[in-house]
């Protein structure tokens, strides 16, 4: 078995659409980002990459390239994930902390569990995503976006 961390973070930006885990969460503030910006999806991505030792979302899918520009993370996460399963690895859990003052997760949640489940190719009971503020402290605290740190377990 192979454990692996993600982080990432993105700020907040006005006149975009915030993705979380693969679901636009409707009349949230969006985030900034070469990509979709769905910093839960990038942080798991590094999670996945992590635990195989195989490099990291930026070597993947440079922020420098056209090609990724608004890209949709979740098509970038089924890239990895087909990645770490042709090396031979078997998803056995994703587990995510998602850090902001606002939106309001809970509501949102389960579909995004059910989303993610639907990308990895596991079933829902092996991802989980987990919503805290930061107490207002530092700038996440402030409001000035959004942070999440995601582990993930190959076999
Ligand atoms: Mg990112």
């Not at 503030?29 to 635990?51: E, M, P, Q, R």
């Not at 995004?112 to 402290?137: C, H, Y």
Request: glycine share 12%; proline share 2%; charged share 25%.
């Amino acid at each position: 078995m192979r454990i692996g961390c993600g982080y990432d973070s993105h700020r907040f930006e006005d006149g975009r659409r915030l993705v979380l885990g693969g679901v636009t969460i409707l009349g949230a503030t969006g985030l900034k980002g070469h990509s979709d910006a769905d910093v839960l999806i990038h942080a798991i991505i590094d999670a996945l990459l992590g635990a195989a030792a195989r490099g990291d979302i930026g070597s993947h899918f440079p922020d420098t390239d056209a090609r990724w520009k608004d890209a949709d993370s979740a098509q970038l996460l089924a890239a990895v994930v087909e990645e770490i399963a042709a090396a031979g690895y078997r998803i056995g859990n994703v587990d995510a902390t998602v850090i902001c003052e606002r939106p309001k997760l809970r509501p949102h949640i389960d579909a995004i569990r059910a989303r993610l489940a639907q990308l990895l190719g596991v079933d829902v009971g092996q991802v989980s995503v987990k919503g805290k503020t930061n107490e207002q402290m530092d700038a996440v605290g402030a409001g000035v976006g959004i942070a999440v740190h995601a582990v993930a377990l190959l076999a």
